[in-house]
């Protein structure tokens, strides 16, 4: 009766302990299972690519209108609408002048007007009577009544009377040319922006008094950017207007600028030619880290130094680098078969292929940094993680190519020029 106790301990210790035996052996066929699966890859293919090779030569935004605004007419300012940084669109009011001896002054001329007008009926109608008395004396010529002497005087009356006709006129007209006047400064009392762009400066302030031509703001305008450098005169020849232009922001972005013009101007100490291409985008549009471009701002044109040409090409992720140099992993029947490879010249994300490859070959672009000559492998999408089971050893000293870097045995080749690139349809 009292062993009862000991007895029912010893047997729950076995239990347990068979229970976690059995848990191990259980879980021993998975992870042999797991370690002995086809490795997951991606592979991407072989293929010919079109590209020109470049230099790149650094130029800088430039905007080819902006202008000092200034005002037509003189007065004293009473508003100024704008700060410096404001947006403005073509006809936005800048600047508000005082239009009170304006407005008295368009009064007087009009008023001189309308006293031209009025001597203008004066002398009319004195014309007429003149007319009139001139033709009936002279219908007396042959009458015992006739006087010479009155016919002369009356002559004369005519002809001032015609005169007062012709000043009469030039009177309207100079009123004319007044109340014009007075209206074009009306008009130019409020000074409006010539064209949409940025306020870079205000020089204006309220209260100034300002003469014709003073300057009352800078305006830049930023909707239409171009792009100047000054080209090597040997590279000049491929830069025909029209040609699209690969162009690199300092962030690594790259965009396509039409050549618009090359100045035929040359600097004897650089033996360089100024280049315009006009930029994709506009200032208020975003560049790398979101600030708005701005006239300065550097940018790297890539200046084709060659023709085109079409060349076979390797993913720079396909890459690894061994104790012989790069080769890299063909996927042939569900197996990675490595093969040495040398590569030329960079081509955009790929490399140029000198030889060990040929179009249309698949090779691992994913996953390829531990695989072993002949392991099994199960491809994916480009794009796609690897997936399936780890890899069991790794091939010794191997080194995927670095993003963003080409392999050093590629950098020989290129020297100091890049590339751009198309696919080869």
Not at 130 to 158: H, V, Y
Request: with cysteine; net charge negative.
């Amino acid at each position: 009766m009292h062993l009862l106790p000991g007895l029912n301990d010893r047997l729950s210790l076995r239990a347990a302990g068979g229970i976690l035996i059995a848990c191990l052996i259980t879980s021993l066929p998975m992870s042999a299972s797991a370690q002995g699966g086809p490795a997951g890859v991606v592979v991407e293919t072989i293929e010919t690519r079109s590209f020109t090779e470049t230099a790149p030569v650094l130029g800088e935004f430039v905007a080819p209108t902006s202008s000092v605004v200034a005002s037509r007419i003189p007065g004293l300012i009473v508003e100024v609408s704008v700060q410096v940084g404001d947006r403005v669109n073509e006809g936005d009011p800048l600047v508000r002048l005082d239009t009170e001896l304006l407005g008295i002054e368009l009064g007087a001329a009009e008023a001189a007007r309308n006293e031209a007008s009025a001597g203008l009926t004066v002398a009319e109608a004195d014309l007429a009577l003149a007319q009139q008395a001139f033709e009936r004396i002279e219908r007396l010529k042959t009458s015992p009544a006739f006087s010479q002497g009155q016919f002369n005087d009356l002559g004369q009356q005519l002809q001032r009377a015609q005169g007062q006709i012709a000043q009469a006129q030039a009177r309207i007209k100079s009123a004319d040319v007044s109340i014009a006047r007075s209206r074009y400064n009306l008009a130019n009392a409020e000074i409006t922006a010539p064209f949409s762009g940025t306020i870079l400066e205000r020089q204006a302030q309220p209260g100034e008094y300002i003469t014709t031509g003073s300057a009352v703001a800078t305006l830049l305008d930023g909707a239409h950017l171009e792009i100047v450098a000054d080209v090597p005169a040997a590279y000049v020849a491929g830069l025909a207007q029209g040609r699209q232009v690969n162009v690199r922001l300092a962030g690594g972005s790259e965009y396509q600028a039409q050549v618009r013009a090359v100045l035929p101007r040359e600097t004897v100490s650089t033996r360089t030619r100024p280049v315009r291409l006009i930029a994709p985008f506009a200032a208020t549009d975003a560049a790398d880290g979101g600030a708005p471009f701005a006239e300065g701002q550097s940018v790297t044109v890539l200046v084709p130094v060659s023709e085109e040409k079409s060349v076979l090409t390797v993913p720079k992720d396909a890459l690894v680098q061994a104790r012989g140099g790069w080769i890299v992993y063909i996927a042939e029947e569900g197996k990675a078969q490595p093969r040495p490879v040398q590569i030329g010249a960079a081509v955009a994300d790929r490399f140029e292929v000198l030889s060990g490859l040929q179009e249309g070959q698949q090779v691992v672009v994913r996953g390829n940094e531990r695989l072993r000559p002949g392991q099994d492998i199960m491809t994916g999408p480009p794009g796609g993680a690897p997936g399936g089971g780890a890899p069991g050893g790794a091939a010794p000293d191997a080194t995927k190519a670095p993003d963003g870097a080409a392999p050093k045995a590629a950098q020989s080749e290129a020297g100091d020029t890049s590339s751009n690139e198309k696919s080869g349809g």
